[in-house]
Nanobody
Framework: QEQLVESGGGLVQPGRSLRLSCARS????????IGWFRQAPWQEREWVSCISSKDGSTYFADSVKGRFNIFRDNAKVYLQMNVLRPEDTGTYYC?????????????????WGQGTQVTVSS
């Protein structure tokens, strides 16, 4: 089954940084539009960021703007998370779609990962 793989999660203290990676086994992601989402326990899935395959445009949720960055190389897409806060805790998922810049529209994505856990706590 075609699937994405996230990595880089972990337990970190408030104010520290983590970098998440998103990859697709056996394929590069350079032609895919990618979104990052997160879900905390007992909460709805929340869109975090997205990056366009066409021109590299990036967008961020207000809650992470100025602290998170999204970028890509030929093989992977990364979510750089700085100045982490306890409210950033959750399972982070990447999603991919080709040909349509879905961004926040999670139902438009074709591929999803299993998620990587991020816990921000002192």
């Amino acid at each position: 089954q075609e699937q994405l793989v996230e990595s880089g999660g972990g337990l970190v203290q408030p104010g520290r940084s983590l970098r998440l990676s998103c990859a697709r086994s056996g394929f590069t992601l350079d032609s895919y539009n990618i979104g990052w989402f997160r879900q905390a326990p007992w909460q709805e899935r929340e869109w975090v960021s997205c990056i366009s395959s066409k021109d590299g445009s990036t967008y961020f949720a207000d809650s992470v703007k100025g602290r998170f960055n999204i970028f890509r190389d030929n093989a992977k897409v990364y979510l750089q998370m700085n100045v982490l806060r306890p409210e950033d805790t959750g399972t982070y998922y990447c999603a991919a779609v080709r040909g349509y810049f879905a961004c926040k529209d999670y139902v438009k994505y074709d591929y999803w990962g299993q998620g990587t856990q991020v816990t921000v706590s002192s």
